[in-house]
């Protein structure tokens, strides 16, 4: 809603500072017009007299050719103000605003909203004053401190003041977990530490609430200016905060929040935004990732809290801490830092498996921090080792918190399936631009497009591209050790970028097989946004079923040096067996797959997906291909929406790692995959 009027002028001179009041609403204005250009926010602060605001505060930038000058604006001007008896004086600025209606004594104003005849009076840096105000279709003059000389500019120039804009909240998450609204596993539970995300929330300005171990602080319910109200069955609390901004707002749920479906509502600048819907439960447990995007590496600590990382690995056997928040009601620690004790247990959680295997909880509950909880648990000695072993926690109801990765082993941590280990991973973590070539030969085996049957195609394909504008390899890219599962949780309305990709000339690539050979054409040639990828569609059978070895040659080219390597089929090549007992999934049991073939020291990948309504959830599982069998965890499926969707398995070969000139790592690798549509209850 914007108001606009009339005529102003412009004069010099230098006075005081005048500070905003409270109970105010904050509006963005611009002058225009008469060689003047000038734009901020002014804070309105209501009167006695219904219908008349107060112009209370003002910042933003000022300009004026006519003048000659220009600044930052730096307050209202206190020497010219006076609210009680505006008529004392000639030139007596009231700094009066009437954001309904015309105002007493202006000719001619614009319905809707006006500055009266007195208007107001601002400073700019440098000493400068600035005189506004109404009077129709005259001309103002001023004086520049009412005693000396008169300056005339005549200048018509148009005051318009937009009002505030609603609050907008587009979701409400654990700020740890951060799973969406809609799976089993997310909601918000009392003494939870959740954030909101949306638009106008608060100022644009930062500003966080610091606890301190040493006691006396305390978390407010307001901060730069927004509060937060949550209702549930009638009941509504309001959140403490540790940060306030405009777009986030990060707070603990009050350990007196009653259970249900609620609503959230934020309000800022005298503006309340519409009710969100909240689903609040008495534990939905999220881990901190290392990264904060609530997959990827956890955080880890030893005891002493030093940092786990791929460098220095979690060693079988070891006790550690990880923290998190949602385990439940916490009322010593809502809005400040209490030392809690073994007795401040909240055991929610029955179960945490790292690689599969059931750990052993040494501790579970607050940490100390508002809305902070830590959990220890001690790695099983038979835990699987790797650079990315997932971790998840379960409860007794079998409902699992979000999916984390940790490096298992002694020291550097090892992947040699993957080629891998913590020293080259690290190598790449944190850089901010990384290149990279993968060479990959694939059959699949999916249901046709008519609906009937399955279709089997070979391909081989090739991607050659240099990353820049985010942190390689910080959520590990989904990245999974063997004997693992991770589970993604998606709002399908809800997308994202990270950095930027740019294609990379790799030359020729030809890959020549036991069937003969095939030369991947750039795709480059197709669209200019397909830079650096690689296609060739091969030949029924090029990978027989007997397997067999695929040279890889790259010539070279403008961006990637020469390069050879080999990708090697076992023989047999693995056949999934039970794919028709896996149509339909019970999402509490989980499935359980099995074949035949496939290489030994190699493995398989377990995926599938269904989404329902607004939300889409997808999991993966890799398991060593010699035990010819895997068991998908119920905790695992049960993170996936009911509806329809796909179940995969995957064999992939060893991969097969290459240097060349121009890139940071490359690997070609082959794998046999299978597709059935599956339906998930």
């Known amino acids: 809603m914007k108001y606009t009027f009339g005529i102003g002028v412009l004069v010099i001179g230098a006075f005081g500072g005048m500070e905003a009041r409270a109970d105010t609403t904050i509006e963005t204005f611009t002058i225009t017009g008469g060689g003047i250009s000038a734009s901020g926010t002014i804070?309105?602060?209501?009167?006695?007299?219904?219908?008349?605001?107060?112009?209370?505060?003002?910042?933003?930038?000022?300009?004026?050719?006519?003048?000659?000058?220009?600044?930052?604006?730096?307050?209202?001007?206190?020497?010219?103000?006076?609210?009680?008896?505006?008529?004392?004086?000639?030139?007596?600025?009231?700094?009066?605003?009437?954001?309904?209606?015309?105002?007493?004594?202006?000719?001619?104003?614009?319905?809707?909203?006006?500055?009266?005849?007195?208007?107001?009076?601002?400073?700019?840096?440098?000493?400068?004053?600035?005189?506004?105000?109404?009077?129709?279709?005259?001309?103002?003059?001023?004086?520049d401190d009412g005693i000396t000389s008169v300056v005339d500019y005549r200048l018509p120039v148009t005051f318009a003041v937009t009002a505030p804009t609603e609050p907008t909240i587009t979701q409400v998450l654990n700020n740890y977990g951060l799973i969406p609204a809609g799976f089993t596993n997310s909601g918000i539970a009392p003494g939870t530490l959740f954030i909101i995300k949306g638009s106008d929330l608060a100022s644009a300005t930062s500003v966080s609430s610091l606890e301190s171990t040493t006691g006396g602080s305390v978390l407010p319910t307001t901060l730069n200016g927004a509060s937060v109200a949550v209702t549930v069955g009638g009941v509504t609390v309001q959140p403490a905060f540790y940060y306030a901004e405009n777009i986030q707002l990060a707070l603990v749920l009050p350990s007196n929040t009653p259970l249900g479906a609620g609503t959230v509502t934020v309000t800022y600048n005298n503006q309340t935004s519409p009710p969100f819907n909240v689903q609040v439960v008495a534990s939905a447990f999220g881990f901190a990732a290392s990264d904060g995007t609530g997959s990827g590496q956890?955080?880890?600590?030893?005891?002493?809290?030093?940092?786990?990382?791929?460098?220095?690995?979690?060693?079988?056997?070891?006790?550690?801490?990880?923290?998190?928040?949602?385990?439940?009601?916490?009322?010593?620690?809502?809005?400040?830092?209490?030392?809690?004790?073994?007795?401040?247990?909240?055991?929610?959680?029955?179960?945490?498996?790292?690689?599969?295997?059931?750990?052993?909880?040494?501790?579970?509950?607050?940490?100390?921090?508002?809305?902070?909880?830590?959990?220890?648990?001690?790695?099983?000695?038979?835990?699987?080792?790797?650079?990315?072993?997932?971790v998840v926690g379960v409860t007794a109801g079998g409902i699992p918190t979000n999916f984390l990765t940790l490096p298992i082993g002694n020291g550097v941590c090892q992947d040699p399936a993957f080629g891998a280990s913590g020293s080259t991973i690290s190598s790449l973590?944190?850089?901010?631009?990384?290149?990279?070539?993968?060479?990959?030969?694939?059959?699949?085996?999916?249901?046709s497009s008519n609906g009937s049957g399955a279709t089997t195609s070979d391909v081989a394909l090739a991607e050659f591209q240099r990353y820049t504008g985010s942190t390689y390899g910080t959520s590990n890219n989904g990245t999974l050790s063997i004997g693992g599962c991770s589970v993604q949780?998606?709002?399908?309305?809800?997308?994202?970028?990270?950095?930027?990709?740019?294609?990379?000339?790799?030359?020729?690539?030809?890959?020549?097989?036991?069937?003969?050979?095939?030369?991947?054409?750039?795709?480059?040639?197709?669209s200019p946004t397909l830079a650096g990828e690689y296609l060739a569609p091969l030949a029924s059978a090029f990978i027989p079923a007997s397997g067999g070895t695929f040279q890889v040659?790259?010539?070279?080219?403008?961006?990637?040096?020469?390069?050879?390597?080999?990708?090697?089929?076992?023989?047999?090549?693995?056949?999934?067996?039970?794919?028709?007992?896996n149509a339909t999934i019970s999402r509490s049991s989980g499935v359980t797959i099995t074949w035949s073939g496939g290489e030994p020291g190699t493995f398989v990948i377990v995926s599938g997906s269904s989404s329902s309504g607004g939300v889409s959830g997808s999991f993966t599982c890799l398991a060593p291909v010699s035990p010819t069998q895997f068991d998908v965890p119920g905790y695992v499926t049960a993170a996936l929406p009911a509806g329809s969707g796909n179940l995969d398995l995957a064999n992939y070969t060893n991969y097969g790692p290459f240097t060349a000139t121009g890139l940071d790592t490359g690997y070609a690798l082959g794998f046999v995959n299978y597709g059935i549509k599956a339906t998930y209850q």
Request: one cysteine or more; hydrophobic letters at 30%.
């Open 43 to 143: 804070t309105l602060q209501t009167t006695a007299t219904p219908g008349v605001d107060e112009i209370a505060g003002i910042t933003g930038t000022f300009s004026s050719t006519s003048g000659g000058f220009s600044g930052t604006i730096t307050g209202l001007n206190p020497g010219s103000y006076n609210s009680t008896n505006p008529t004392v004086g000639l030139f007596r600025w009231d700094n009066l605003f009437y954001p309904s209606g015309s105002a007493p004594g202006v000719n001619g104003n614009t319905p809707g909203g006006t500055l009266d005849d007195y208007g107001m009076e601002f400073m700019v840096a440098g000493g400068y004053t600035v005189n506004l105000f109404e009077k129709g279709p005259a001309v103002g003059f001023l004086l």
């Open 429 to 447: 973590n944190g850089q901010a631009t990384v290149s990279k070539g993968v060479v990959f030969l694939d059959e699949s085996t999916a249901p």
């Open 298 to 390: 956890g955080h880890a600590q030893d005891l002493s809290y030093g940092y786990y990382t791929y460098s220095r690995s979690i060693p079988p056997g070891t006790t550690i801490r990880m923290i998190g928040s949602g385990l439940g009601a916490d009322p010593t620690r809502d809005n400040q830092y209490v030392q809690p004790t073994a007795a401040s247990a909240i055991n929610a959680l029955a179960h945490i498996y790292v690689g599969g295997v059931d750990a052993n909880i040494f501790y579970q509950g607050p940490e100390g921090f508002p809305g902070v909880d830590e959990i220890d648990i001690t790695v099983p000695s038979n835990a699987p080792t790797g650079c990315f072993i997932s």
């Open 553 to 581: 040659t790259g010539s070279g080219g403008k961006d990637v040096g020469p390069f050879t390597t080999q990708i090697i089929y076992p023989n047999p090549v693995l056949i999934w067996t039970n794919q028709s007992a």
């Open 489 to 526: 949780e998606n709002l399908t309305s809800i997308s994202g970028t990270a950095g930027t990709t740019t294609g990379l000339d790799a030359g020729t690539i030809t890959i020549t097989g036991p069937s003969g050979s095939a030369t991947l054409t750039s795709e480059a040639s197709v």
